[in-house]
């Protein structure tokens, strides 16, 4: 295999290739090929990508959702936070 990946090094996924990408290098793309992994079919034959693009787009969703409400929370703390403290020896 060109690679594995777990801890005994002989696990059912090896990693093939390491894409070359412009983006998020600290978040690695991969091509990958099980061997010997179990699987699920999720889906009909020949659906497959429209059901993953439905998946995409539901995690799209949840992450704008999820950092939305995170910038909320994180701005309600700093306008707290900048009415209780004293700089300088005033508030």
Known sequence: PPSSHGRDGKGPIWIAKLKDKMGTRQLPTAELEL?????????????????????????????????????????????????????FGSK
């Open 35 to 87: 061997h010997g992994a179990n699987g699920l079919q999720l889906s009909k034959d020949g659906r497959g990508i429209p059901m993953v693009t439905r998946l995409v787009n539901i995690t799209r969703l949840h992450n704008c959702v999820a950092a939305t409400g995170l910038m909320s929370k994180a701005t309600m703390l700093a306008q707290d936070y900048a009415t209780k403290r004293t700089a």
